[in-house]
């Protein structure tokens, strides 16, 4: 993540182009700083609640659509793939929403790394 990337924490939109302005998610001037021309992305933390801290962040990029509009997706890089959730306009990312597929993320990388493990810690592993 670039340090000039805004980005969400405790539900609110800290912008390193503005350092004194803090945006709360879900509020007018959310909404018109995501339909801002010069907004194009931002990034949303993954969140571990078991262990209490961020595991990673989740880019949100603004896209341009041919037929007109632009239109928001999370990628998300995976064993060399880049997967793209769609998200939709601006009135649709929402925190509630961006919360849900964070958590959705994480729960998939969870197990998806039990699944790698089969069930063994690290030092399971490095013992053979």
């Known amino acids: 993540m670039s340090s000039k990337t805004p980005s969400v ?3 609110r939109l800290y912008d390193p182009a503005h350092p004194s302005v803090v945006i709360p998610l879900d509020t ?10 010069t907004t194009t992305s931002f990034s949303y933390p993954l969140f571990n609640h078991h262990e ?7 880019p949100v990029r603004k ?7 632009a239109y928001w997706s ?4 995976r064993r060399g793939v880049v997967h793209r959730i769609y998200l939709g306009r601006s ?19 969870v ?10 810690s690290d ?3 490095s013992r053979r």
Do not use: H
Request: glycine share 10%.
């Open 91 to 109: 009135s649709a990312v929402t925190c509630a929403r961006l919360q849900t597929i964070a958590d959705a993320l994480f729960a998939a990388v």
């Open 123 to 125: 030092l399971q592993r």
């Open 74 to 77: 999370i990628y998300r890089r």
């Open 9 to 11: 924490s405790s539900d």
């Open 52 to 58: 209490g801290y961020i595991e990673g962040f989740m």
């Open 63 to 69: 896209e341009r659509r041919a037929r007109g509009g």
């Open 111 to 120: 197990e998806s790394e039990k699944g790698e493990n089969n069930g063994q």
């Open 28 to 37: 007018p001037a959310w909404f018109a700083w995501l339909d801002a021309p």
